[in-house]
């Protein structure tokens, strides 16, 4: 590792994470985590190994990509692709043992046979207007065609809730009851889902009638609330915190500005960090004068422009220096990181040195956490998108 910028993966708080929100679970349901986008970022192989430690072996992605990536390292884990597919996906899907969603009638009967067979969900449009389908009609002749084959198995029927995390949750409600009718009538045809599904992190904390058989759970997992106005999950803890080094620290005199566009002007003698990370590493842009960083126990203002692989920041009588590592965004930096400790410490030693003390700092009790939820509402966002677009250039540093 040389330049200064790295994520922490805590698979710690990734376990405390799961059990929390099994607990919550009604009884007899189980829990789905959805993974896709390199599981939000955090590095898909390590968090699906840690849910198998965990008990949980059923897993949601976005794309057939994402799951043979998956079932590459993992040949029993139970992964359902969400995003519609093409006829020869589908084949791929079932030579791989990849669950997936049927969203249209009409490319059923375009899927030629299939050389294993392939288990699909139904997915049920109540309300979203994204994927799906609308009409109860359309869903037992879609159910009736897989019946037909001998090639596909029906593994469940699922919905996805536009607003389980809104202040009235009567749009939620109503997406139930239609979800029900789905149900009804596909049982009135003499098919019985094995599996239903619609909650997502938001119903798992809101509402056990929402579980039904399975929730399909994101964010929670890694340690947010879809709303913490809403839906206040303090018990949940950051699985990923970003840290940057300190590259120089100079001194600003009144009248000169920081930054590209010359947007900050310095109005008094101040002391100004440049830390590495920018928006090419993910730092939102929209935190331009307006983010905070973590340093020596105090939160501190991001000055003049975001730029692409560095950010300023005011230190004025703070004591630090080039090398001490600050937070981004998560769990303080320890102590140790201080002193210039970056540029004391070999390229080749310093990722067991962060697994190491940042081991150690986790057990000497709690610390302060910069929160995502904050910034993200600084930079006019969701924690989800800055989880995800934390790049691959940044390295990933698993701890336990």
């Given at each position: 590792?040389?330049?200064p910028l790295f994520?922490v993966?805590?698979?710690?708080?990734?376990?405390?994470n799961i059990?929390?929100?099994?607990?919550?679970?009604?009884?007899?349901?189980?829990l789905m985590?959805?993974?896709?986008?390199?599981a939000?970022?955090?590095?898909?192989?390590?968090?699906?190994?840690?849910?198998?430690?965990?008990?949980?072996?059923?897993?949601?992605?976005?794309?057939?990509?994402?799951?043979?990536?998956?079932?590459?390292?993992?040949?029993d884990?139970?992964?359902?692709?969400?995003g519609?597919?093409?006829?020869?996906?589908?084949?791929?899907a079932?030579e791989?043992?990849v669950?997936i969603?049927?969203?249209?009638?009409?490319?059923?009967g375009e899927?030629?046979?299939?050389?294993?067979?392939?288990?699909?969900?139904l997915?049920?449009?109540?309300?979203?207007n994204?994927?799906?389908?609308?009409?109860?009609?359309?869903?037992v002749?879609?159910?009736r065609?897989?019946?037909?084959?001998e090639d596909?198995?029906?593994a469940?029927?699922g919905t996805?809730?536009a607003?389980?995390?809104?202040?009235?949750?009567?749009?939620?409600?109503?997406?139930?009851e239609?979800l029900?009718?789905f149900v009804?009538?596909l049982e009135?045809?003499g098919i019985r889902?094995?599996r239903i599904?619609a909650?997502n992190?938001a119903?798992?904390?809101?509402d056990p009638?929402?579980?039904f058989?399975m929730?399909?759970?994101?964010?929670?997992?890694?340690?947010?609330?879809p709303d913490p106005?809403?839906?206040?999950?303090?018990?949940?803890?950051?699985?990923m915190?970003?840290?940057?080094?300190v590259l120089?620290?100079?001194?600003?005199?009144?009248?000169?500005?920081?930054?590209?566009?010359?947007?900050?002007?310095?109005?008094?003698p101040?002391a100004?960090?440049t830390?590495?990370?920018?928006y090419?590493?993910?730092?939102?842009?929209?935190?331009?004068?307006?983010?905070?960083v973590?340093?020596r126990g105090?939160?501190?203002?991001?000055?003049?422009?975001?730029c692409?692989?560095?950010?300023?920041?005011d230190?004025?009588?703070?004591?630090v220096?080039?090398?001490?590592?600050?937070?981004?965004?998560?769990y303080?930096?320890?102590?140790?990181?201080?002193d210039?400790?970056?540029?004391r410490?070999?390229?080749?030693?310093?990722m067991?040195?962060?697994?190491e003390?940042?081991?150690?700092?986790?057990?000497?009790g709690?610390?302060?956490v910069?929160?995502l939820d904050?910034?993200?509402?600084?930079?006019q966002?969701?924690p989800?998108?800055?989880?995800c677009?934390?790049?691959?250039?940044?390295p990933?540093i698993v701890?336990d």
């Open positions: 590792m040389y330049r994520a993966i805590d698979l710690a708080h990734l376990s405390h059990q929390v929100l099994k607990r919550k679970l009604r009884p007899g349901a189980t985590v959805a993974v896709k986008a390199d939000y970022g955090h590095g898909v192989r390590p968090v699906v190994s840690r849910l198998a430690r965990e008990g949980v072996r059923d897993v949601a992605v976005a794309s057939l990509e994402e799951a043979l990536e998956i079932r590459a390292f993992d040949r884990v139970n992964i359902l692709v969400l519609a597919l093409t006829s020869d996906a589908c084949v791929a079932a791989a043992g669950e969603a049927l969203t249209h009638l009409s490319p059923i899927i030629p046979r299939l050389p294993k067979r392939l288990r699909v969900h997915p049920l449009d109540t309300g979203m994204r994927l799906g389908v609308k009409r109860v009609e359309e869903a002749a879609l159910a065609a897989v019946a037909q084959r596909m198995e029906l469940g029927v996805h809730l607003a389980a995390d809104a202040v009235h949750p009567s749009h939620a409600a109503a997406q139930i239609r029900a009718a009804q009538a009135e045809a889902p094995p599904h909650g992190s119903a798992l904390l809101r009638a929402w579980h058989d929730v399909r759970v994101g964010i929670a997992a890694y340690g947010y609330s106005a809403v839906l206040p999950s303090p018990w949940l803890r950051p699985v915190s970003l840290y940057a080094g120089r620290v100079a001194e600003a005199r009144p009248g000169e500005t920081v930054g590209y566009g010359a947007t900050f002007e310095v109005a008094r101040m100004v960090a830390v590495a990370g920018g090419a590493d993910g730092v939102p842009r929209h935190l331009s004068n307006a983010g905070e973590l340093m105090e939160l501190r203002p991001v000055v003049g422009r975001v692409m692989d560095q950010l300023m920041v230190v004025t009588d703070l004591d220096r080039a090398g001490d590592v600050v937070t981004l965004f998560g303080e930096a320890p102590d140790a990181w201080r210039g400790w970056w540029g410490i070999p390229a080749g030693e310093r067991a040195r962060v697994q003390s940042y081991r150690i700092a986790s057990n000497q709690e610390r302060r910069l929160s904050r910034l993200a509402e600084r930079a966002t969701i989800y998108e800055i989880l677009r934390v790049h691959r250039r940044v990933r701890c």
